[in-house]
């Protein structure tokens, strides 16, 4: 699992970066980062891949905060949002399967501090 959270810290070193181009940044502080629960990402690992990753660039030494956010889905047969631990769960609310995921799965960059 480790090399898909490499891959990812990778992305988001190459986001930052070109960021840091456009934005005529030298130095990232800070990195906020979004992890939905469903993203299938594990923060820990994240953390590990990222500080590899950022040797040599403008955002080594940087801080990691990793934000979790929580999974959410829509019910079909309750017709309301609900919060849910995985993709193909059951609804915590009538017990169905028939749930759309529309939130948790995501992997951004919410916000940077730079000099």
Do not use: N, Y
Not at 46 to 73: H, K, N, S, W, Y
């Amino acid at each position: 699992m480790l090399v898909h959270e490499m891959s990812l810290s990778q992305g988001v070193v190459d986001v930052i970066e070109a960021a840091a181009r456009r934005e005529g940044f030298t130095r990232v502080r800070t990195v906020w980062l979004e992890i939905g629960q469903l993203a299938a990402v594990d923060p820990e690992a994240m953390r590990f891949c990222f500080d590899v990753v950022t040797r040599g660039t403008c955002i080594e030494g940087a801080v990691l905060e990793i934000i979790a956010t929580p999974g959410q889905g829509w019910c079909l047969k309750c017709s309301d949002s609900v919060v849910i631990d995985e993709p193909l769960g059951a609804c915590p609310r009538c017990g169905s399967h028939q749930i759309q995921v529309t939130g948790g799965s995501e992997l951004r960059v919410k916000e940077l501090e730079v000099e």
